[in-house]
């Protein structure tokens, strides 16, 4: 449908885009992963033909349309129903224009405009738009949204624009539908219609997202955007990150191969030329010029040393230990706010070195409870008492905590750092840069102040982390080198996020805020939610038509566990030169992902 061939991007003197091809065809689902700052958005803005300033060529015919969500559109003052159907109201509007032209033209501007009434109308009557405001309304009824149709799109929360963004696109019907970062602000139950609505849109789909779950769910290909440069792997991502990982097992094996192969020709040399040196024989000068000949030539074939592809940055918490039984107690708590109840009497017990999410919609006050048990703790409030060995490192989700016309360096000194030197040795392993201590942290992007809220909690020791939405702007290896480190941690988690596959790898007890009532549930994310609505996390709750005793379910929960521990083993056996036992463990994991993807197509 549209080909990439050789585009080069460059801002300035840096280059993003370093000669990318990429093709799409009928019905794929194309998952697009890559750092931040990697060129992603650059690309698909390139695709949907909103950067025209590049080098290299674009194939398509004028017949496919393409339709894209961007991560952040401005909101306009309209309502959400007129925001849906904009486009076609923009096409009423020329219609009625070039009507209005027609009418007083005549030869050929009557002509010309005859024939641009004639191909909008086609284009129009091809996307059903004089049924586009009834069409919209059906939509919003089907997803439970039909009473904010003639609400001010302002007024809304960030999820249900997305939505409102996703339906727009739906209506209009596009060949390739471009959608970047379209999870952003959703709950677990927006994701699950999310997956649901790529899966099964009526073409094909390009999806920017750092949602591993969604992009296991709903991609049939990844293309991994490295160093300007494009890699397509057939699959979803967990299909990617085994053919990483198995790559790089045996790009490594190759690699040392080679490296030994020239210490053994380098010892044959240096052996030569010592005998050459002793024996007055011209045969030797020519065997030691062939040698060294030989020895040249294969280190200009040797293979380089492939990229580690388990994470981006690794880092640890070193933790004050505490004698404290309970971290956490909350005890007959009652907040709200702006006149709205949100909890009372809410009563709940966190242990020392357990790992706590606390789920819910969107709204149903994850933050302000957490909030509000900070604030009371601080207080001396009983209602909400924290240990007091514990020494808690809060991540709050937009960096509250932070002052914003504070350095960086201020922030670290005023968690313990004594020195520059000392606070840019924590920060590095958090990718930052030495030049970062001088910048206020009101300057920092999003996924900055998350890692900087992170490294912190290093400093100061922290025991008890408190993590609101910890991976919100991060990219896919930032979020597993955290989620490795948390694993490790030997303190206390209470954490909320969207992230599932975060969820499971971190969590072991689950807190469900839902109506005002606290619930806990043993076990992670995955199981809670089975425990709670008989399904897997990616149906939305009210499609769900499976029998009780059907245990297909609760077999894809116990593999996406075994697979999680074959991987996390596979990556620790090649991180530490184990090869022979990471590739024995790449041919367990590529098993493992063939049964989940059997298990999910009964159960589809």
């Known amino acids: 449908m549209i080909e990439l061939l050789g585009v080069t991007k460059n801002y300035g003197s840096d280059t993003i885009l370093s000669g990318v091809s990429l093709r799409i065809n009928k019905d794929e689902r194309i998952g697009i992963v890559g750092k931040n700052g990697a060129g992603k958005t650059t690309l698909i803005r390139i695709l949907a033909g909103e950067d025209e300033d590049f080098s290299g060529t674009i194939k398509k015919t004028d017949q496919e349309t393409i339709g894209y969500v961007r991560q952040h559109f401005p909101v306009a003052d309209e309502t959400a129903l007129d925001f849906m159907i904009k486009p076609f109201l923009c096409t009423r509007e020329e219609l009625a224009r070039l009507e209005e032209t027609m009418a007083c033209a005549s030869g050929k501007e009557l002509e010309r405009a ?99 779950y969604l992009l296991d769910r709903v991609a049939t290909k990844i293309v991994a955007l490295e160093e300007g440069l494009t890699t397509s792997y057939a699959g979803n991502y967990s299909a990617y990150r085994i053919e990483r990982l198995r790559n790089a097992v045996s790009g490594e094996r190759a690699f040392r191969a080679d490296e030994k192969k020239i210490a053994q020709l380098e010892e044959t040399v240096k052996k030569f030329a010592e005998i050459a040196r002793r024996v007055a024989d011209p045969a030797w000068g020519r065997r030691l010029r062939a040698r060294r000949t030989h020895l040249e030539k294969t280190k200009e074939s040797a293979r380089e040393k492939p990229v580690n592809p388990v994470s981006s940055f690794s880092v640890s918490f070193t933790t004050e230990p505490s004698k404290a039984d309970i971290a956490l107690k909350v005890t007959n708590l009652s907040c709200g706010f702006e006149g709205r109840q949100l909890f009372t009497d809410a009563a709940f017990t966190i242990r020392t070195g357990e790992r706590v999410a606390l789920v819910g919609e969107n709204g149903s006050g994850k933050s302000t409870l957490i909030k509000d048990i900070l604030r009371r703790s601080a207080e001396g409030d009983r209602s909400a008492y924290i240990g007091p060995s514990m020494v808690v490192g809060y991540c709050s989700q937009h960096g509250e905590g932070l002052h914003p016309e504070a350095t960086v360096f201020d922030e670290c000194a005023r968690m313990g750092s004594r020195t520059e030197d000392e606070a840019g040795k924590t920060l590095s392993r958090f990718l930052f840069t030495r030049d970062v201590l001088s910048r206020t942290t009101g300057t920092l992007s999003g996924g900055e102040r998350n890692r900087l809220q992170l490294a912190l909690a290093v400093i100061a020791r922290a025991n008890f982390l408190i ?98 521990t074959i991987e996390a083993d596979m990556e620790r056996a090649f991180t530490h030169g184990k090869l022979d036992e990471a590739r024995s463990l790449g041919g367990k994991l590529a098993r493992a992902s063939r049964e989940i993807d059997r298990l999910y197509s009964l159960w589809n």
């Open 114 to 212: 005859l024939a641009a009434w004639g191909e909008l109308r086609s284009q129009y009557d091809s996307v059903s738009g004089e049924d586009a405001e009834g069409r919209a309304i059906a939509f919003l009824e089907g997803i439970d949204l039909d009473y904010c149709a003639y609400t001010p799109l302002a007024s809304l929360s960030g999820g249900e624009r997305n939505i409102l963004a996703l339906g727009r696109a739906l209506l209009y019907r596009p060949d390739v539908l471009i959608l970047d970062e379209p999870g952003n602000h959703l709950d677990i139950q927006g994701l699950a219609w999310l997956e649901n609505f790529i899966r099964e849109y009526p073409g094909a789909v390009v999806v920017i997202s750092h949602n591993r």
């Open 467 to 564: 993590l609101d939405e910890p991976t919100n702007h991060l990219d896919i290896p930032s979020c597993e080198a955290i989620e490795d480190a948390l694993i490790d941690f030997s303190g206390t988690i209470l954490v909320v996020s969207h992230d599932r596959y975060f969820l499971d790898r971190v969590a072991s007890r689950v807190i469900e805020i839902d109506k005002g009532c606290l619930t806990s549930w043993d076990g992670n994310f995955s199981e809670f939610w089975f425990s709670r609505y008989g399904t897997t996390p990616d149906r939305p709750i009210h499609t769900t038509t499976r029998k009780p005793e059907s245990n297909i379910e609760q077999r894809i929960i116990s593999m996406e566990r075994e697979r999680k």
